[in-house]
C-alpha cells in the first residue's frame, strides 16, 4: 500500500496567556443542539476536564465555535450526527486522554480536523462513517493507549492516514492478530501458506521452516501477522525471497515487501527503506529486522516493546518505483490491481527466514 504524506498549513489563534489554560465551565459535556456547541465556544475555554459528546444530533452542523479547545481529559466523542459534514472546529485539539470516538456520522468525508492530535490516551475508534473517504486528518497520531478499531467506512479505501502510528498498547500482544483486515488484504494467521494464502511470522524467532511457493493472490495483499516479542534478547531477524515467477519488467509491476503496524497498513518508521522493498523479481531479496536496543544501521527498526506487527507481500503498479518515468512510457496504471503474469491467478514467492 503506497504510503501518501500530506502536509496541512495550520493557524492556530493566538490567545491570551490567561486564557491559553482556561479550564471550560463545566467538567463533562454532552451535546446534541447547535445552540449548545455555540455556547461552550462563547466560553472561549481551552481545556474540557472531563468527557466531550457531541452526538445524537440532527440539529449540529457546525463544530468551529470550538476553535478555542486545545485539550480533552476525558473522551471525546462524534456519534450519529445526521446533518454535520467535518470536524474542522476541533483543529486545536492536541491531545485526547480518553478514547476519541468518530462514529455513524453519514456526511463526514474526511477527519481533517483532528490534525492536531498526537495522542490518544483510550481507544481510538472511526467507525460506520459512510462517506468517509480517508485518514488523513489522523496524520500526526503518534500512539494510541488502547484499541484501534477502524471499520465500517464504506468509502474508505486504505489506512495511509495511520503514516505516524507507531504503538497500540491496548490490543493484546497475542490473540488479535488480523485486526481491521481492509477488503483488499488477506490476513488468516492460521493458513497454511500454500493452498491457501495467508499464515503467521511467529517462527521468526526460532527461524524455522517458512513458506514455500506461497501465494499472493492477483490483485490482493497478503499480510502475515507475528508477534515482535524478541526485544529482550536484543534479537534480529532476517528473511530471504526467491521465486521461479516470470520477471515482472515488461509490466512495470513490482513485488513489494514490507512491515506495518496494521495488516496491509502504511510502513513502518515513516516508510523507511529498511522497512520495506521493491523487485521485479524477488530472487533473491533480502529484509532485515531488529528489536535490539541499538539496531543495525541496515536492519528495520521494530522498536524494543512486544507488539503485533505484520509483514506484508503485494505485486502493483507504484507511484514510487515509476516517479522518474514518463506517464506516456508506463507500462501500468498505478493504483489497478496487478492482473497475473504467465497465466497464473498468483504470484508465488518462497520465504526463507534465517
Known sequence: MKVILRFYAIFLMVLPSA??????????????????????GA?????????????????????????????????????????????????NIAVVE??????????????????????????????????????????????VDGELDISGNNALANLDGLVKLSTVLGNPASGSYCYNVPS??????????????GGNMDF????????????????????????????PANGEGR???????????????????????????????????????????PNPQEMRWSQASVPDRFACDLGSGERVLYFNMGVGCYEEVLADKPLSERNCTVGEPFPGIGGYGAYYVKVYPR
Open 204 to 231: 521468526w524467532a526460532d527461524k524455522t521452516w517458512g513458506f514455500e511457493n506461497t501465494p499472493i493472490p492477483n490483485g490482493k495483499v497478503v499480510a502475515y501477522p507475528f508477534l515482535a516479542n524478541a526485544g
Open 239 to 281: 528473511i530471504i525471497f526467491s521465486n521461479n515467477m516470470p520477471d515482472l519488467r515488461a509490466t512495470d509491476y513490482y513485488w513489494k515487501g514490507w512491515f506495518s503496524q496494521t495488516p496491509g497498513g502504511p510502513t513502518l518508521n515513516d516508510g523507511n527503506n529498511y522497512c520495506q522493498r521493491y523487485s521485479p523479481n
Open 19 to 40: 486564557v491559553l489554560s482556561a479550564p471550560c465551565a463545566d467538567n463533562h459535556y454532552d451535546i446534541d443542539q447547535q445552540s449548545a456547541v455555540n455556547a461552550l
Open 184 to 197: 483488499n488484504v488477506i490476513c488468516d494467521p492460521d493458513a497454511d501458506g500454500r493452498v491457501n494464502p
Open 43 to 91: 466560553l472561549n475555554c481551552t481545556i474540557v476536564t472531563g468527557n466531550l459528546s457531541i452526538s445524537n444530533s440532527s440539529d449540529v452542523v457546525d463544530l468551529n465555535a470550538l476553535s478555542s479547545l486545545v485539550e480533552v481529559r476525558g473522551d471525546l466523542a462524534v456519534h450519529a450526527n445526521s446533518n454535520l459534514a467535518n470536524l474542522d472546529g476541533l483543529l
Open 98 to 143: 480518553g478514547s476519541l470516538t468518530i462514529s455513524s456520522n453519514p456526511l463526514i468525508f474526511n477527519i481533517d480536523g483532528l490534525i492536531s492530535v498526537t495522542r490518544v490516551g483510550g481507544n481510538l475508534t472511526i467507525k460506520s462513517n459512510d462517506k468517509l473517504t480517508n485518514l488523513d486528518g489522523l496524520a500526526n497520531v503518534g500512539s
